[in-house]
């Protein structure tokens, strides 16, 4: 839930984040705010107020519908965006290499939150190895939906902009830096500047790092996307070594002899060696034990 202080002042949406200093778009046009002590992300809605001389000023962050979040090494949440309809993980098939890893921890992180989540594979151009062709079979046979593009060709854009318009809702993009996120935005957006942020005022100040943001797009065919930075890792919020099963694919529906099971190796009476596939069951104890190692980072501190 966002933190939420008073009701005063008029209500809008964050569309992009710089530092301590926020895009809020509401009916009337957008501004730029200052947070005032409060924690806004992408996709909030916040109330603001006039400051003379300084822009506007959020007064109030309203409660989230849904949100992304994500667990730092000491097992603090970090909320990246709210009230999204999806997750896009973007992965390339060949360079940055491809880790199957990370879109699995993007689909509990997703079904922790009640978030779609599907896969875009760009750069298709530069080839997809056989390897990565059966990790994307393992998944798709799990019902996980996936698409293939080529930024550089514009391949594939017809069908993500058809996804994108026939979502309720933003979708965020993620993944590892180098997959071409930003690269897809601006052949989806031709024209439109997707990298750094444009002179919108004055209140931007100067010296931020632009790689730190994010922003919230709209298409001109339809549908909302949220650009993202760029990640190293990834460990889902909200999840302990009781649940984690609940939410990776294919481990939820396993029946083995004692129903706290965590599917560990060599747990008595676990059928997850005899019923996952071997990659997904070895993706499923690499985020076991990660959420294990941050669950007892964060009780010593």
């Not at 992300?41 to 003379?52: H, L, Q, S, T």
């Not at 996980?144 to 017809?158: C, I, Q, Y």
């Not at 730190?212 to 797009?217: P, W």
């Not at 005899?274 to 010593?300: F, I, N, Q």
């Amino acid at each position: 839930m966002g933190r939420r202080d008073d009701n005063t002042g008029s209500i809008g949406r964050v569309t992009e984040i710089r530092g301590r200093r926020v895009r809020v778009e509401d009916a009337a046009g957008e501004r730029v705010c200052f947070l005032s002590g409060h924690r806004a992300v992408v996709g909030d809605r916040v109330r603001w107020v006039d400051v003379p001389g300084q822009g506007g000023k959020i007064t109030a962050v309203e409660p989230r519908d849904t949100s992304l979040v994500r667990m730092d090494h000491l097992g603090r949440e970090q909320v990246l965006a709210a009230n999204l309809a999806g997750l896009l993980v973007v992965v390339a098939g060949l360079e940055p290499p491809f880790r199957a890893g990370l879109i699995d921890r993007y689909l509990v992180a997703g079904a922790r939150s009640g978030l779609e989540v599907a896969v875009c594979v760009n750069k298709v151009d530069q080839g997809v190895p056989a390897e990565v062709e059966a990790e994307i079979a393992l998944r798709e046979q799990l019902g996980v939906r996936f698409v293939r593009t080529s930024a550089l060709l514009r391949f594939g854009l017809d069908a993500l902009r058809q996804f994108f318009a026939d979502a309720d809702g933003p979708w965020a993009l993620v993944g590892h830096s180098g997959v071409g996120k930003t690269s897809l935005i601006a052949a989806l957006l031709p024209g439109v500047d997707v990298g750094a942020v444009g002179e919108l005022s004055d209140y931007w100040g100067t010296g931020q790092h632009t790689t730190t943001g994010s922003r919230l797009f709209q298409l001109p065919t339809g549908g909302e996307i949220a650009d993202s930075p760029g990640i190293r890792t990834f460990t889902p919020g909200g999840i302990t070594v009781d649940n984690v099963r609940q939410y990776f694919p294919g481990m939820g529906a396993l029946r083995c002899r004692y129903r706290d099971c965590q599917h560990r190796d060599g747990e008595d009476g676990c059928v997850a060696a005899e019923e996952v596939d071997p990659a997904l069951l070895v993706s499923y104890r690499r985020l076991l034990e990660d959420v294990r190692a941050v669950g007892e980072r964060a009780r010593k501190h």
